[in-house]
């Protein structure tokens, strides 16, 4: 017993040392048909763990569905949906193609996605857009509006400046927005700010017609979400080299795809342990209750997996007008992240505790002997097809999958105990 | 005794609604001479109350000699002294002329002031540019280069990006700011990216020429403090139609030389009460030790005036990585301040607090009652002429002032009692 609880020390070191080292640029935007390795035409990616077209979720379905019309795959809804129920469009997790995606997380070929390189390791990872319609499952004309616009006039110029530049490191700006009231999943306005300030100079300089140069500036200077897909290919880019460290108990993402809730292992591989998706406590918008929501989604949670997002609220609780909720419920998720978490973070800090360290590397036998489980900011789709964002709240990770995943650990790497 | 009282209640009252209903835009740069009244050629203001040029510190010495050889009205420094010292070059207070300015505060005709219009009551208030040498007392010529930018440059094109927006409401910055861990005075880092990026598509359709706009854009996205500037305006102009309101007991203005520290009060109009300026106690940059140090400086304390700065330290705790000090300090700072204060602001609210609004409208005999007097961030000039900034910290507004404006205020309101 003793030897094995040696080398998960170890193996967990290691893993989060990997965490911690990692150097996240933005070093491109592209198509992500010519980018993201194993995505083909009539092909979709999205958030969360493997699921069927029969058990997908509504909001999931409704996404799917404004994709295939994106790409001009089918005429209308009813034929998009045959084309996926039938196999003729496929679909994956964004997870097993080093790419993520908020909410639904869709990407088809088409679609610019951001490019995060982790200069420490030499790995990519890729995340589409956030916009707040075609995401949550809307998929009627002009809710696609957004990603025509992102593919054809956004994204092109904001190459053109990534160019220019030479890349943007992440680090920094992370950095200092978790010092300005962020957590970079839900509340990532101070990142987002900064973000379109070091844009605003290399756009020019990148010689964008002004028409265009406009355009973009006025997006990205009143996009206070723009980060947050920044901040999941970051943490991602981060995570993925820390996959696979024999005998780690740390996990290296937790993903929803509005049916089942996964975590990923690191000494597990890629193996997803799933529990059904639990439903966000949170605010609604007006028209909108709790019946009308469905359960959690999205690769979002990548950002609490590095430490960022639920694990680092007591540092921003301006997003409390958000989710609901108080300062002191907010500092104590901070703290109760720490109890099943490996480290510290040495390079992401909280002002409001004294400069500690964010919670770094989530140890799934801590997690299952303090029952605590993971805190987790979210947005909320509606039950059904069909809708933009309807409320943000906070959910937690269901223990189950934990405890899956420490079942599985057992028999892997104590195969004779009893 | 208890009719004064409720004359006092009552009046208070009505200091703290104009404070609050204050709506501050910034609606134009311009030359200082051109536009503050009463500022002739010739002549300079500065921080603080009234002082002479003996007993005037050497920060704000030094600050004055270069505000002569940028203006071109000596060849060398001891010209200068001489121009000063002789009465051939004048010099008032800011606060006289609806001005302030930071830490020395030096303004003088040629340079560009920001114009601040509280468009609640119609009035105005002016801030010169914030920089880190100049105004902290250093008048080499290398450290007046960032006066001749901003004067040829940087004020000139963001003079023709706000003509072209019709000005730039600050309210919004400064609400949404505060829930970004900003305090607004030695932390303005939030609200200056978000006037960053506000000014970037305005300087665009303005039309200013690429090179210019590059360097002006280059300028505002990496001008942290850039901000201070708008915040010690806004509330200049916030507390202005503050004054002279009969029976009220409520600070309008707290502003230090270097020399001295002094308050006015609304009901006493225009008179000073001071007392010797103190020392911060801080964080000091390498190669400066606390005896290098200065007695405190500058107008900037109108910040925490209108419940600013010190007095939402709570929700800004990026800063003790600046000015040191613990997260219990900051908050207990925040708490403290409400017990001297009239109000919370409605406006301007803390996060951490649970959304409670900043505490508004010193109470000069709350203040004496509980010995509690108001904290304020600052930053730190040396004591010799001839320095850029060498710290920052925090500091405590002395009691004197608050005793000496008590007893005027007796005198005046209830002049037979014994």
């Not at 639904?104 to 990519?124: C, L, Q, Y």
């Not at 379109?196 to 028409?211: G, H, S």
């Not at 419920?329 to 109890?339: C, G, N, P």
């Amino acid at each position: 017993m003793d030897e094995i609880k040696q080398k998960i020390e170890t193996a967990n070191a290691e893993t989060v040392r990997r965490i911690n080292e990692a150097d996240p640029v933005l070093v491109d935007i592209a198509p992500a048909g010519e980018v993201i390795p194993g995505l083909h035409d009539r092909m979709v990616l999205h958030s969360g763990p493997p699921v069927d077209w029969q058990r997908m979720s509504g909001a999931q379905r409704g996404s799917m569905l404004g994709t295939a019309l994106f790409e001009g795959w089918a005429k209308d809804a009813g034929e998009a949906n045959d084309l996926f129920a039938s196999g003729a469009i496929r679909f994956e997790p964004n997870h097993t193609h080093q790419a993520v995606g908020p909410m639904a997380g869709t990407i088809s070929a088409s679609m610019p996605v951001w490019i995060v390189e982790n200069k420490a390791f030499g790995n990519r990872a890729f995340c589409r857009q956030v916009e707040p319609s075609q995401q949550f499952g809307n998929y009627r004309d002009d809710a696609l509006q957004g990603l025509r616009l992102w593919r054809d006039l956004w994204a092109p110029a904001l190459k053109a400046a990534l160019g220019r530049m030479g890349g943007l490191p992440l680090k920094p700006i992370i950095a200092k927005a978790l010092q300005m009231g962020d957590e970079l999943h839900n509340r990532p306005v101070a990142a987002s700010s900064l973000f379109a300030n070091a844009m605003a100079c290399p756009l020019i300089e990148a010689n964008v017609p002004k028409d265009r140069l406009l355009a973009t500036l006025r997006y990205i200077t009143n996009h206070e979400l723009i980060f947050l897909a920044l901040a999941m290919a970051a943490a991602k880019a981060s995570a993925d080299p820390a996959t696979g460290v024999e005998y780690s108990t740390v996990v290296t993402a937790m993903a929803r795809n509005g049916t089942d809730f996964g975590i990923r292992v690191s000494g597990l591989g890629e193996e997803w342990f799933t529990a059904p998706a639990p439903r966000a406590e949170g605010l609604y918008f007006p028209g909108y209750t709790k019946e009308d929501g469905g359960a959690d989604m999205g690769d979002s949670a990548i950002t609490e997996t590095v430490g960022w997002g639920g694990f680092v609220l007591a540092g921003a609780t301006g997003i409390l007008a958000l989710v609901g909720g108080t300062p002191e419920e907010a500092m104590s998720y901070s703290r109760d992240m720490r109890r099943i978490t490996v480290t510290a973070s040495p390079n992401y800090r909280m002002p409001i505790l004294g400069f500690q360290g964010a919670p770094v590397g989530i140890d799934i036998r801590k997690v299952v002997q303090t029952g605590i489980v993971p805190v987790i900011d979210t947005a909320i789709a509606h039950r059904e097809p069909g809708h933009s964002i309807i409320g943000a709240g906070i959910v937690r990770a269901p223990l189950d999958c934990f405890k899956k995943a420490l079942l599985a650990f057992s028999r892997k790497y104590q195969p004779n105990r009893t």
